[in-house]
């Protein structure tokens, strides 16, 4: 999926009212966007992490290792939007299947 899709799924997870200009938003370039979504899936029950590691050569963003495995990228934003959308996939196939 490309971001504008992505940011859809997110704003759908997120319970917004998707409008047909849902592409401007900014979950993947935006950390204000993006941290109300990390809060949405704590409060969901599960851990997250966000770790720089340097002598592993970027940025590793977790979600309850078991349910999302580390994401890497080089930026902090990058691997947490990447973590977040891995779950959100995850998460709707399992609520689907409930």
Not at 4 to 33: C, D, L, P, R, V
Not at 35 to 58: A, F, Q
Request: net charge negative; glycine share 4%; charged share 25%.
């Amino acid at each position: 999926m490309n971001a504008q899709e992505n940011n859809k799924m997110i704003a759908e997870f997120m319970g917004k009212e998707i409008y047909q200009k849902y592409h401007e938003s900014k979950y993947h370039t935006e950390w204000n966007w993006l941290m109300p979504v990390v809060e949405k899936i704590e409060s969901l029950g599960y851990d997250t992490e966000l770790v720089n590691r340097l002598d592993e050569g970027g940025n590793f963003f977790c979600i309850n290792d078991s349910i999302v495995p580390q994401t890497h990228a080089e930026t902090k934003l990058e691997a947490t939007y990447q973590a977040v959308v891995e779950f959100i996939n995850q998460y709707n196939k399992n609520e689907s299947i409930d």
